[in-house]
């Protein structure tokens, strides 16, 4: 029995990640669980469809057992999104594989990256490019680059391998006893080219808003059912439909409420209170933005404030392991997890997990929360306990 983890959004889940599973079932693993993002994603944006229909999905098409990553590490930086999700997977206790996907593959140039920019986040220069206006991880690329060279710089150039690294460091920190395996992505993240049938998420979900149908041979029989079904009945998500709520909650918010926002420094919390009196995201995120201040950190901050995520929220492991969905090697894979003595309660009930400690209720009540909000931006807006009712998928493949 060889279990390997993924840590994933699907969002939504395309061939390529069909590719990833087939990759890791070569490489051995005879179970998968995936630790996967809920409503809201990495990049600061609603889920194109909710997470336990994204969960279902990824079980009929590969994957065994589905565990959701709670709402202030799914809309974390890739530092604190990656500790989160190797974190609870190595507190499972059965996990021996970290499997994921970059744009290099190649495992010693990821951990030698990850070492060279260790080093160079303890280097003096670092503050001085940042008092120059670049922000932290165009400073530490340029310090990267002059230690390095181009061939490790250019590593921190692209998305997944920026991950990669950040799960490899996360893996070193944690001391966990998992195994990376990485598996070369096809096509570069965000492209809109299409290779051997594949693209990237981003390119599907453009596909999908914009009305056009040839989508649907870059995705599996199964998502291309669920994104018809949940088009059928409004449930499909955009971050556009949040703007009224999330700028009401950015005119309203105390200074001291931003600054508790775990991206929030150096002053940022002194650009939004001035950008207020804009009347759209598109004009607030314009007057703030800057070198310093990416667009996808811009967006997670604003959900950070409209979701009540502190920089508390983060500062501990995932309390416990929600189900989203699971088949019949998914059961055994908590079977496995119990025998090996997992430091993680496990359930399906977000009610029952509430009821186990402080930190589990906080955690709890903020993704019941979060889930509730993401009821407004669907097409037709969903009832706010939507977290409390849903059923799980539970599959016999």
Partial sequence: MKISGIICEYNPFHNGHLHHIRETRKNGATHIVAVMSGNFVQRGDVAIMDKFTRAKTAVTCGADLVLELPVPYALGAAEVFARGAVSLLDNLCCVSELSFGSECGDIPLLQKAMEASAECADKPEL????RLGNSYPKALRILIRQNYGDAVSALFDTPNNVLAIEYLRAIDKLQASMQPFTVRRLVPHDAATITDDQTSASHVRRMLLDGKQDYEKLIPAATAQSIRS??????????INLERVLLYRLRTATPEEL???PEV???LENKILAARNETSLDAMFAAIKSKRYTLSRLRRIMLHILLGIRK???ATAPPY??????????SEILT?????????PCSTSPAKLAELNDISCTIAELEAQATAVYGLALGKIAPADADYRAKIAISKG
């Fill in 127 to 130: 503050e001085e490019l940042l």
């Fill in 230 to 239: 949940c088009a059928a009945s409004g449930n499909i998500a955009r971050f």
């Fill in 259 to 261: 600054l508790a926002s």
């Fill in 265 to 267: 420094a150096h002053g």
């Fill in 312 to 314: 508390e929220h983060i």
């Fill in 321 to 330: 392991a929600r189900i989203l969905a699971l088949n019949e090697r998914g």
């Fill in 336 to 344: 496995a997890a119990k025998q090996a003595g997992s430091k993680l």
